[in-house]
């Protein structure tokens, strides 16, 4: 009897044990079920946060859907325009992976009225205001369209190249762009170009009466290529021209001619004062430089007296930079100076 009571007692307690064990594995089960769910629930919110783009977080990401106010930048841009005036774009020009188009977008522009006026004189708030409507209504209506200005921002790798091969299309020819300097005055000297820094400016006249259309390049080693169109009041301003007259007298070239070293002329003995100079009449042009010409003779003794001879014909620039003397059988000159 004994017996059989410790065996019931032994069961009771191994069945005690498997309730309690099973009761363990049942907690732990909903401890990762509960864990699951929290996950779960994470994972919703945080994909609510992202497709939602609650807090701007996806737009931040710069994978939201685009501003509808912000313009497309086109895929294959042919022109830069500005109003009724136009002219190549880098796009048309290069191949296909020398240039990235990043910004393509109109720049918006302050009216002169509100430029001009004093922000701290609140007399002239009033008139500001109007100035500003009717600006927004020139812009409405399209009336002052040459007054707008156009940004656009390319990423390449070789920029010098890259404003080079533009300058070879654009420059005269059908697209008519000129070169301007540093002083708004054209000009036909190409710079150098060079990858590191640099700034080109090309214009040509408007279709509009006293507007330009303008293409102003800039680039630097921290930033990308960036090119301004626009279409500024003002007109081409040409260098002056000098009258070649004006820069040399026929006195201020003998003296020159008479202080210089024969040496300097090809000639033989130890001052000009052996030979006599004669100028001829006219002028005759060379390499683009009108220039004075000038027989220039030896002097030779013959007993009491002396007969010259001529030992060239120089032709002068009248910028007293340049001078030729000319082959009289070839009748081709060769520079000296």
């Known amino acids: 009897m004994a017996r059989k009571k410790k065996k019931q007692a032994a069961a009771e307690a191994a069945e005690g044990e498997e309730l309690q064990e ?24 945080a994909a609510a946060v992202f497709f939602l783009d609650i807090g701007g977080l996806k737009t931040k990401l710069g994978l939201g859907k685009k501003d509808p106010a912000e313009p497309e930048i086109p895929k294959d841009l042919e022109t830069y325009t500005v109003g009724e005036d136009s002219v190549s774009a880098l796009d048309s020009i290069l191949e296909e992976g020398e240039c ?15 430029e001009d006026s ?19 209504e020139e812009e409405g209506d399209g009336s002052d369209e040459m007054g707008e200005q156009y940004l656009y921002i390319y990423d390449v790798v070789s920029p ?16 008519g762009m000129t070169l301007l300097d540093e002083e708004s005055i054209v000009s ?12 080109v400016t090309l214009a040509k006249t408007s279709t509009q009466e006293g507007h330009l259309f303008q293409v102003v390049i800039g680039w630097s080693e921290a930033s990308c290529l960036t090119l301004r169109v626009s279409a500024p009041e003002g007109v081409l301003q040409y260098p002056e021209v000098e009258d070649p007259l004006d820069l040399a007298t026929l006195a201020e070239q003998m003296d020159q001619l008479k202080n210089m070293d024969p040496k300097e002329l090809g000639l033989s003995g130890a001052s000009m004062d052996e030979y006599e100079i004669y100028a001829g009449e006219g002028f005759v042009t ?47 000159v060769s520079q000296l100076k």
């Open 22 to 45: 099973g009761k363990k594995k049942k907690k732990g089960k909903k401890k990762l079920l509960l864990l699951l769910i929290l996950v779960l629930v994470i994972a919703a919110a």
């Open 188 to 199: 036909d000297e190409r710079p150098v170009l060079e990858d590191s820094l640099g700034t």
């Open 286 to 332: 060379v390499d683009g430089t009108p220039c004075r010409k000038f027989n220039i003779y030896e002097r030779r003794a013959a007993g009491d007296k002396h007969y010259t001879n001529i030992v060239g014909i120089y032709l002068f620039s009248t910028d007293k930079k340049h001078i030729y003397i000319l082959d009289t059988e070839s009748n081709m």
């Open 100 to 114: 990235i188009l990043l910004v393509a977008q109109k720049v918006e522009q302050i009216p002169k009225a509100l």
């Open 118 to 136: 004093d922000p701290e004189d609140s007399s002239e708030e009033d008139s500001s205001e109007e100035a500003k409507e009717d600006s927004s």
């Open 160 to 175: 010098a190249a890259v404003v080079d091969k533009y300058l070879d299309a654009v420059l005269g020819g059908e697209q």
